[in-house]
Nanobody, 115 residues
Framework: QVQLVESGGGLVQPGGSLRLSCIAS????????MGWYRQAPGKQRELVAG???????NYADSVKGRFTISRDNTKNAVYLQMNSLKPEDTAVYYC?????????WGQGTQVTVSS
């Protein structure tokens, strides 16, 4: 089993920044891919950013140049630095890890971008 706990969400004004953190525990290893998804009200969950065990990254077009995903394998942690936030970034953000072809999910953290 794998447990994921997110933190760092909150309310921020447009143009502001937030840093999300996700700490993994259980049967997870540094080689496992991890990432962030988000789900806005009335919309499907979508990939925001992913990172492989080797550190390769990919991003949704809507966040390229504004968000940065990183990981610290010594802490089993993955981070999402979000800059230049827009109201359309408002959503619940979920951390995910792929272990033996199974996606594990955190409980989600709310990010609200509003003036």
């Amino acid at each position: 089993q794998v447990q994921l706990v997110e933190s760092g969400g909150g309310l921020v004004q447009p143009g502001g920044s937030l840093r999300l953190s996700c700490i993994a525990s259980g049967r997870i290893f540094s080689g496992n891919a991890m990432g962030w998804y988000r789900q806005a009200p009335g919309k499907q969950r979508e990939l925001v950013a992913g990172i492989t065990g080797g550190g390769s990254t990919n991003y949704a077009d809507s966040v390229k140049g504004r968000f940065t995903i990183s990981r610290d394998n010594t802490k089993n942690a993955v981070y999402l630095q979000m800059n230049s936030l827009k109201p359309e970034d408002t959503a619940v953000y979920y951390c995910t890890a792929v272990v033996r072809y199974i996606n594990y999910w955190g409980q989600g953290t709310q990010v609200t971008v509003s003036s």
